[in-house]
């Protein structure tokens, strides 16, 4: 248990359904993460924010929405998404002094 | 972009064996990070090194921040089934943003 949960764990979803992933921390952190990583590959980073503003957008296509409520929370809203982006979705969140990522246990997303 | 060369990419050992793993870049970092990722869990944080020259231990697994800040070494000794999984090290180039640069794994199998 490294204090950030996610949900769903698994995520079956077709191509023009909508769908949100869920992050949660409970280690006081003021960043979180999303990654997304796919098999024989280093993990991407997707979205950061820091103090509930977005500071990372690397370049990911707009069927991905992040949302950051508080510093506890992040959502990932997916819409219209491909085959293409079936992948592990991990969140991670770390603190300002050591900046050390913790991540969740990943939603396992297959986009059908 | 930047990226970390990891090696090697898989290693197939007895158990009892000692095992060593690297990670190379071309660029100069200021904290090294080494995670474990067992199969259906996101990665968890095994050892952090913030110093070149740092040598830090968890249990078996001792990690050293290298002298030129371009390199970082894993290394476990005397290798446990429970030990199987993929090992990534991660950088962090600047000092005031949590980001992480991750290596692209090395997957252990111990073989009992």
Known sequence: ETGVTQTPRHLVMGMTNKKSLKCEQHLGHNAMYWYKQSAK???????????KEQTENNSVPSRFSPECPNSSHLFLHLHTLQPEDSALYLCASSG????????????????T | GQQLNQSPQSMFI???????????????????????????????????????????????????????????????????????????????????????????????QVKP
Do not use: H
Not at chain 1, 41 to 51: C, D, G, S, T
Not at chain 1, 96 to 111: A, C, K, M, N, S
Not at chain 2, 22 to 49: D, H, R
Not at chain 2, 59 to 83: E, H, M, V, Y
């Open chain 1, 41 to 51: 590959k280093p993990l991407e980073l997707m979205f950061v924010y820091n103090f």
């Open chain 1, 96 to 111: 300002e002094i050591t900046y050390e990522q913790y991540f969740g246990p990943g939603t396992r997303l297959t986009v």
């Open chain 2, 14 to 108: 007895q158990e009892g064996e000692d095992v060593s793993m690297n990670c190379t870049s071309s660029s100069i970092f200021n904290t090294w990070l080494w995670y474990k990722q067992e199969p259906g869990e996101g990665p968890v944080l095994l050892i952090a090194l913030y110093k070149a020259g740092e040598l830090t231990s968890n249990g078996r697994l001792t990690a050293q921040f290298g002298i030129t800040r371009k390199d970082s070494f894993l290394n476990i000794s005397a290798s446990i089934p429970s030990d199987v999984g993929i090992y990534f090290c991660a950088g962090r180039r600047s000092s005031n943003t949590g980001k992480l640069i991750f290596g692209q794994g090395t997957t252990l």
